[in-house]
């Protein structure tokens, strides 16, 4: 690649009294240099020819300096590469205009390597998709879910917007016009996903800062309301019954202690029984559960380590390393330990009697056929037993049915025929309910409005709860047992104790008032005064009890050990109740 000097002189033309034109003296003009850009033939036919040129410097050797430079930046391309020959053209000619000098040469290259833009007057929604693509170390689902809000909420207000000329005021009605289009669809915009937007844009707009290409980010001049993280409540019976008359439900709760119980009784015949335990007593995420190898689980040692997980990502799968500080290892019940070890007897036996067909993976937990198992389906299949629990249909047996058959006239059998089906099925349509003759727990509310909950399973004992509440509901087991704080933290492998201490502490209400008792204990009582006059001794005072009756579970600075849970099918008071069909 050549390319050529020559001055010029802005001087009109002077001529003698012959005619032939004067030179000027060497003084006046300036010099310049252009170089033609070497394109492929395909190149030529479809640009034409391309040449740069710049002049306005005081002697030829600037001009040649100058011209050496642009020629090593336009071979940074391959030879046949037209495209980034052209392209780094571009980025010339920008600078020019922009900062009458050429680009550094080490910048360029390292951009043009990495495939980032070389331009200067980028849109909003170009940065975004370079910074994005710049981000190599990502997950997955963080690529994703950033992916998610560039294209989806970012692009469509901001994306045509010139980098540099982005304000905070543009930021702030794109927030806006991203709730208002939301707010009557399925899934609005709400404070916590805004944030999480907010948070991306803000994150893109300080990588723009530290490569110079905005002075400052206008996303930390917008202010955004806070959404603070929803902490977890118990399911009292006041939200039961809230729940029940109105449909509406705490964002994020807890089954007591006898509903989980309960649930696991109902669900102890199903093959997964197992996986669902593991997250109710030793608190497992989703993709840690199903992510487990038998590899990591030693059962004579009592412990299994976390170090999978398999994540969703879209619809596929992947699997991977939990965070960095989410790892490590949980030890285990003897009762979690038997749990599991029949579980293996159970996969073996599955694996025996598939043959050939089974796929060999080293998963505990797995499909019918042994292939891993799909974090949807898990939680689909969980969301489906909870549902089954909380209807009563024909086939089904026990005190919950012969309560159904009492509101409607029936002799209390316990039996659920299809007699009582048509007559659900006519309650559900004077009613105006979906009559599809199955006791739901709503149908169940109406039935029995005076004593809508029992001391035993019925449609609504168990209110809806999600997946990840298992986890939670983990935590609230170990509080009431009287766990200490950090042991939990380390069952649940947080980052630190405060986000333990933070999120539970307020889950059950024993807990509190318990603490609130202990707290009342330390300061000396004044002592009862008989009838007659005279101090009641100490050891004939009545004992502090808690509201149920009971004595506080502290005695004497020791904490009182709870039973041990009893094996599955054996916490439900009323035996019946399993139905036929689980």
Known sequence: MKGTTYKRCKCRARFNAVGRKLACTKKHGTW??????????????????????????????????ELHQAIRLLAIPETDDDAGRLDILATIREHYRSFQRLPDFAETKRRFGAGLSLSLRQ????????????????????????????????????????????????????????VATTAETPRPV????????????????????????????????????????????????????????????PKVAVWRPEQIGAFLDLVAADRLYAYY????????????GIG????????????????????????ATAVTRPKDDSGGVVALDSVTVDILRAHRARQAAERLALGPAWSDTVHVFTTEDGKPLHPDYVSRHF?????????????????????VQRALGFTESGIFDDDLRRAVFDF????????????????????????????????????????????????????????????????????????TADTYTSVLPEVARENAEA????????????????????????????????????????????????PPGTRTPDPLIKSQLL
């Not at 689902?141 to 045509?160: C, F, M, V, W």
């Open 32 to 65: 310049s240099y252009v170089v033609d850009l070497p394109l492929t033939d395909a190149g030529r036919q479809e640009h034409g020819r391309q040449q740069l040129t710049r002049g306005g410097f005081a002697t030829q050797r600037e001009a040649t300096d």
């Open 123 to 178: 849109s909003v929604g170009e940065w975004l998709d370079e910074w994005l693509r710049a981000k190599r170390k990502l997950a997955a689902n963080t690529r994703r879910s950033y992916a998610g809000h560039i294209e989806q909420r970012l692009k469509p207000y901001l994306g045509d917007i010139d980098l540099e000329k982005l304000r905070a005021s543009h930021i702030r009605s794109a927030y806006d016009a991203i």
């Open 292 to 315: 487990l190898p038998w590899t990591d689980v030693d059962l004579e040692a009592g412990a299994l380590a976390v170090e999978w997980q398999i994540i969703q990502v879209g619809w």
């Open 383 to 403: 969301v489906r037993l909870v549902q089954r629990a909380n209807t009563l249909r024909v086939g089904d047996i026990g005190q919950a049915v012969a309560d």
């Open 519 to 566: 707290s009342v204990a330390l300061v000396p009582q004044p002592q009862p005064v008989r009838a007659g006059g005279g101090a009641v001794s100490p050891s004939l005072a009545p004992r502090l009890r808690n509201a149920k009756g009971r004595s506080p579970r502290r005695e004497n600075g020791l904490v009182r050990r709870l039973p041990r849970c009893a």
């Open 428 to 499: 559900q349509r004077e009613h105006g309910l979906t009559a599809n003759g199955i006791v739901d727990p709503h149908t169940w509310y109406l039935l029995t409005p005076d004593e809508p909950l029992r001391p035993y399973p019925h449609p609504g004992y168990l209110p809806p709860i999600r997946l990840h509440d298992l986890r939670h509901g983990a935590a609230t087991l170990a509080l009431a047992a009287g766990g200490d704080m950090k042991v939990i933290s380390a069952m649940l492998r947080h980052s630190t104790i405060q986000i």
């Open 190 to 249: 709400g404070p916590a996903t805004l944030a999480r937007i907010h948070a991306t844009l803000r994150a893109a707009l300080n990588a723009a800062k530290r490569q110079h290409r905005i002075v400052d980010n206008p996303a930390l001049f917008v202010e955004i309301d806070a959404a603070p993280r929803p902490k977890p409540v118990l399911w009292t019976e006041q939200r039961v019954i809230e729940w029940l008359a109105t449909g509406r439900r």
């Open 277 to 288: 335990h593991l997250l109710v007593f030793r608190g497992l995420r989703r993709g840690e």
